[in-house]
């Protein structure tokens, strides 16, 4: 049973952050470089997780709370980090097949 734990993370947070995305659009970054700034800004949080989980578990009172308080913080730092990748490719995907953009004008007469 432990061992589906992790595969089921992974396909759960991604299912909710591909609701998210798909849910709220007004969250969406505007350009490739908000895009690009929201994977960093996950990464970094991401990497200071243990950091934190280090500050604060020796605060918590009881012993059977500590896996709850890791999944507390875990899960939704792991969900924005699954998200930012989800609005960067959709990202890449809306520049390279959106409508084209600029050109020449086509005059109305032949």
């Keep these: 049973m432990w061992e589906m734990l992790e ?3 992974f396909i759960g947070l991604g299912a909710v952050a591909v ?3 798909v849910n709220y659009p ?4 505007g350009s490739l470089l908000r ?3 929201h994977v960093v800004v ?3 949080v991401f990497a200071l997780l243990p950091t934190v989980l280090g500050l604060l578990l020796p605060l918590v009172p009881l012993r059977l709370a500590l896996p709850y308080f890791v999944l ?3 899960i939704p730092v792991f969900t924005y ?4 990748w989800v ?3 959709a990202r890449i995907l809306q520049d390279i097949g959106g409508n084209p953009r600029g050109g020449h004008p086509v005059t109305g007469g032949t």
């Design 7 to 9: 595969p089921a993370m």
């Design 19 to 21: 609701w998210t995305h």
């Design 26 to 29: 007004r969250l969406r970054p």
């Design 35 to 37: 895009a690009i700034v």
């Design 42 to 44: 996950s990464f970094a």
């Design 72 to 74: 507390a913080l875990l």
């Design 81 to 84: 980090l699954l998200l930012s």
């Design 87 to 89: 609005w960067l490719i």
